[in-house]
């Protein structure tokens, strides 16, 4: 009896073993699942963080590059010097310096601090970031990733080229770089991790000269894979944590990288735990080159060992912080189109924001028949006032008219500086009897307005009335003209000229 005893308690205790190995593999297994399904989704966390940050300044690349790169003027000023010599092209060199600086300027507020214009024979015709360096001949490289001018130029970073045209005439590149710094900072700013690049030896040993490979260190992690000297200190996960980190990586990984997969590990230090993931980088010719490292401590991995709760949190997590992203973007670009469309002394439209305007006015004047107004008036004798009070007495003349214009019309009304001392109004659903009334108002407003240092000033006034056949040509040449016979006929009035029936 006690011999069955024994054996039914050993058969007892076997099953109970054996049980207990099933359900701890079952657990074991079902852990490291959700584990793995956590650490995928910080994957595709990581890899969208990166995409909306470089289509971020994608947006504000294209921005640029429709706005000021498509501009004509600026395309013929590009041809002439393509076709001039080198004296000719110093002087428009300095003319689109002069013109796209503020554009730059704006940009490095960004971190955007590399543009360059190239002709199609690979020479260097504008520098923004070393305007006093030029005419030199930059070679392409295999992998575009990267820009590697030489001495305070040399930076790693992501390309971003355009080509220029004038007609069919291919004129050459602009080169926009944003390093990895800028990168970096960005990501941190927004989604609050730390991050790395590593670029492969093989790319650098084929890319770099000798001088530029000793501004890469070797990494940790991995010692073919190499991360470049950044100047900005400023991690959100301290030096000694992420030297520790590393080090646990390399022990970890045993070549990993050289696959070339996205993949996020999790590495416990000084009792925190932190999720690093790995994302795949490629050159503009699809090579793959190296990976961003995105360090993240998250204690979250812990709770999959007592529990599997919370373990979804980081998609809404990803997804808010890539709310946050796309609204300071549209910020940016914003920022970009009212410097686009606004004359920077008087603060209303610009010219050529009033041709816009004025070109959609007209295909409803086509479509429908709708009356539309247009004023050109300009301020008598605006040279002597200069002459004899100075250019920002004339500044204070300019802004005050544009101050009182905006004042006495409509909403619905458009008002632009269309050049020099020169104002023009869009005036929608207003024939010539009420076009005549508003400048005849407006004609009075500014004769009588108490200027200060200036004892009168008055404005001259043509007006016109679209038709279906009109262009912005010939609608704004009949206000030219109206406005030449006010000027004929002793300035300080209106005048009309009709469109031809």
């Given at each position: ?64 590059e ?9 395309l ?34 960004y ?52 080509e ?16 990895y ?28 000269l ?72 490629t ?9 961003l490292?995105n ?32 609204i300071n973007?549209?910020t ?14 008087t ?29 050109l ?18 500044d204070?003349?300019?802004?005050t ?13 458009t ?17 010539l ?49 109206a ?19």
């Amino acid at each position: 009896m006690d011999a069955k005893i024994k054996k039914s308690a050993l058969i007892y205790i076997l099953a109970f073993l054996f049980l207990s190995i099933v359900i701890w593999f079952v657990f074991e297994l079902k852990k490291n699942q959700n584990k793995q399904i956590y650490l995928n989704q910080k994957i595709v966390k990581a890899a969208a963080e990166f995409k909306a940050t470089l289509n971020g300044y994608r947006m504000t690349v294209d921005f640029i590059e429709t706005r000021y790169f498509q501009d004509p003027e600026i395309l013929k000023l590009i041809y002439t010097a393509l076709k001039s010599d080198e004296k000719e092209r110093q002087k428009i060199r300095k003319e689109i310096y002069t013109r796209l600086k503020p554009v730059y300027r704006e940009m490095q507020k960004y971190q955007i601090k590399f543009l360059q214009i190239r002709f199609p024979d690979g020479k260097v015709f504008i520098r923004f970031h070393r305007p006093e360096r030029f005419g030199d001949i930059v070679q392409e490289k295999k992998f575009s990733i990267f820009n590697t001018e030489k001495k305070k130029d040399l930076t790693g970073g992501f390309k971003f080229p355009f080509e220029l045209y004038y007609g069919n005439e291919f004129l050459g590149t602009v080169e926009i770089i944003v390093s990895y710094d800028a990168i970096k900072d960005e990501l941190r700013k927004i989604f609050k991790g730390e991050y790395q690049f590593l670029i492969y030896r093989d790319v650098l040993l084929n890319k770099l000269l000798k001088e530029e490979k000793k501004n890469y260190i070797q990494s940790e992690v991995d010692p073919d894979f190499y991360y470049e000297a950044g100047q900005n200190g400023n991690y959100q996960i301290p030096v000694e944590i992420l030297s520790q980190i590393n080090l646990k990586l390399r022990e970890k990984l045993e070549g990993r990288l050289k696959q070339f997969r996205n993949f996020a590990v999790d590495v416990k230090v000084d009792g925190d735990y932190y999720v690093v993931s790995f994302i795949v980088i490629t050159s503009m010719t699809g090579d793959k080159v190296g990976y961003l490292v995105n360090y993240e401590k998250d204690n979250t991995i812990f709770l999959f060992s007592e529990t599997f709760l919370m373990m979804y949190i980081s998609v809404e997590i990803a997804l808010l912080a890539m709310l946050a992203f796309l609204i300071n973007i549209r910020t940016r670009s914003e920022k970009f189109r009212i410097l686009s469309e606004t004359d920077a002394l008087t603060g209303i439209y610009n010219k050529g924001k009033f041709n816009q305007v004025l070109e959609e006015e007209l295909k409803k004047v086509k479509r429908y028949g709708r009356p539309l107004g247009v004023i050109l008036f300009d301020i008598d004798h605006f040279k002597k006032i200069n002459d004899t009070y100075g250019h920002q007495v004339g500044d204070y003349v300019l802004k005050t008219i544009a101050k009182i214009v905006k004042e006495n019309i409509r909403d619905t009304d458009t008002f632009a500086r269309w050049g020099g001392e020169e104002f023009v109004i869009l005036a929608p659903e207003t024939d010539l009897n009420g076009l005549k009334i508003l400048a005849e108002k407006l004609r009075k407003t500014i004769e009588e307005y108490p200027f200060e240092h200036v004892e009168k000033v008055t404005s001259s006034f043509g007006i016109t009335e679209a038709v279906p056949e009109d262009t912005t040509d010939t609608v704004i040449r009949r206000a030219d003209e109206a406005l030449y016979l006010a000027k004929e006929r002793g300035r300080n009035r209106v005048e009309i000229v009709l469109p031809e029936i």
